[in-house]
């Protein structure tokens, strides 16, 4: 059992940055990479970016490219989500994600493990 939560969601104006957390606890050995997913209103949950534990590679959707970057925090078991120049576009629920590997959250469908509780990340025009 892996437990996550997310911090950090709120309210910004386009063109602004906010930087969510995730800290995970729990039996995380198994979880070789943390991801983060979106869902917004109507819409299906998906991909945003994912690291792996161990080495600090990222993989990004191309919607977020250049504009977020994913980081771990080994000591803090903690994931962080750095979202820079951010768009009413990218309005959603934030979850963050566990699974064993990034493939598993970069496939369709995405084979992730573990979810957090989701945090809300509002971008006004």
């Known amino acids: 059992q892996v437990q996550l939560v997310e911090s950090g969601g709120g309210l910004v104006q386009a063109g602004g940055s906010l930087r969510l957390s995730c800290a995970a606890s729990?039996?995380?050995?198994?979880?070789?990479?943390v991801g983060w997913f979106r869902q917004a209103p109507g819409k299906e949950r998906e991909f945003v970016a994912a690291v792996r534990w161990s080495t600090g590679s990222t993989a990004y959707a191309d919607s977020v490219r250049g504009r977020f970057t994913i980081s771990r925090d080994i000591a803090r078991n903690t994931v962080y989500l750095q979202m820079n120049s951010l768009k009413p576009e990218d309005t959603a629920v934030y979850y963050c994600?566990?699974?064993?590997?990034?493939?598993?959250?970069?496939?369709?469908?995405?084979?992730?493990?573990?979810w957090g509780q989701g945090t809300q990340v509002t971008v006004s025009s």
């Open positions: 994600a566990a699974a064993d590997w990034i493939a598993s959250m970069t496939s369709t469908p995405p084979r992730t493990m573990y």
């Open positions: 729990g039996r995380t050995r198994s979880s070789n990479a």
